[in-house]
């Protein structure tokens, strides 16, 4: 079965750092990219990341330049995503998937396989 599960989660006061994990089995984690969404109540989902696991290319969206970081482990099939400098608009429910698809300038796209998230939350 395919899975992925996202984890690392909980309350962090604002400019604290937290790390997620994206722990994946069940598909061949170097023929995906994987990347990092998050959904804020009454909000939409946001792409926030993604990365390549074969060599390690990296996109991420202006909301989290510069403050988040996204890293694999392929020898674990894991993704990291490092967040520092955390606001309390990053609040909410974080999730990883993964997708067939890369372009560096945009992203990832066409996600096949999706995680259950895990909630971040930011207090002031």
């Known amino acids: 079965d395919v899975q992925l599960q996202a984890s690392g989660g909980g309350l962090v006061l604002a400019g604290g750092s937290l790390r997620l994990s994206c722990a994946t089995s069940?598909?061949?984690?170097?023929?995906?990219?994987i990347g990092w969404f998050r959904q804020a109540p009454g909000k939409e989902r946001e792409g926030l990341s993604c990365i390549t696991t074969n060599d390690g290319s990296t996109y991420y969206a202006d909301s989290v330049k510069g403050r988040f970081t996204t890293f694999s482990d392929n020898a674990k099939n894991t993704v990291y995503l490092q967040m520092n400098s955390l606001k309390p608009e990053d609040t909410a429910v974080y999730y990883c998937a993964a997708a067939t698809v890369w372009n560096r300038d945009s992203g990832c796209t066409h996600y096949n396989y999706w995680g259950q998230g895990t909630q971040v939350t930011v207090s002031s």
């Open positions: 069940g598909f061949p984690f170097s023929e995906y990219f």
